[in-house]
């Protein structure tokens, strides 16, 4: 795809150029534009739009937008009424904030998402490295999207032999107990597994910052990349600004 052919340092520093038009845009149709920027760009990149769309939109967004929900009505953002349900008023400067917040939220979540699934998660640890990012944070951060996963099949295999055992059918004190042993046992196991990556890391070298066998090399369409993306996000901030005036 397009996206995965970038050095990752250019592309964390045009997401972040986003994010920042994103954060001070006070324009729907900016916001528009640049979520419809980041779905082309993932269709480009050869990511199924469905797939893309389902990271996108599921939590973060539905969550905000029931938190955008309340500022519609009159009680929360007082104006001018647009609709009206007996004693409530759902008014015009209600929906616009409303509308800002959904519309910054998805464009800053498609964008970072876009990064993230065009990008290799070493790499992208390793290029806020080159940003001055802390090791500590990186590290951990690393450490933590491994785990993660780890834990995940942890836990359905547990529930996967509890259930080949005991069955669904159980009293609801019975599975409280199973419930509360399973959490300490997968405590302490992780933090044995815990131990054990770190003295394999320490055998194999790690003196507190992993070290890459890949090095990043700028091309001449990761400078091509980087001018497009800073002329076109001037552009839209100078539209803007004609359009406020």
């Not at 539905?62 to 647009?82: K, Q």
């Not at 996967?160 to 042993?181: C, F, L, N, P």
């Not at 992780?190 to 003196?207: I, K, P, T, W």
Request: glycine share 6%; proline share 3%; aromatic share 14%.
């Amino acid at each position: 795809g397009v996206l995965q052919a970038l050095d990752p340092r250019i592309k964390i520093v045009t997401v972040l150029l986003c994010l920042l038009l994103v954060l001070f845009s006070r324009s729907i149709a900016v916001l528009g534009f640049l979520y419809l920027l980041s779905i082309l760009l993932a269709v480009v990149s050869r990511i199924r739009l469905g797939f893309f769309l389902k990271r996108t939109w599921i939590f973060i967004p539905l969550f905000s937008l029931l938190i955008a929900i309340p500022a519609m009505f009159s009680f929360v953002s007082p104006g001018e009424p647009v609709l009206s349900f007996s004693a409530l008023h759902i008014t015009r400067q209600g929906v616009m904030a409303a509308g800002f917040f959904i519309g910054r939220v998805i464009a800053s979540v498609s964008l970072v998402v876009l990064l993230s699934m065009t990008t290799r998660h070493f790499d992208l640890l390793k290029a806020l490295r080159c940003f001055g990012i802390p090791q500590m944070f990186v590290m951990v951060l690393g450490m933590c999207y491994r785990y993660l996963y780890l834990f995940v099949e942890i836990v359905e295999d547990t529930h996967r032999a509890i259930r080949s055992r005991v069955g669904s059918g159980m009293h609801y004190r019975k599975g409280q107990r199973i419930v509360a042993w399973n959490i300490a046992h997968l405590w302490l196991r992780s933090y044995r597994l815990n131990e054990q990556v770190y003295g394999a890391m320490v055998a194999r070298g790690f003196r507190g910052e992993p070290i890459a066998m890949n090095h990043f090399r700028t091309k001449p369409r990761d400078w091509f990349w980087l001018f497009g993306s800073a002329v076109l996000i001037l552009l839209l901030g100078f539209a803007e600004y004609r359009m406020r005036i």
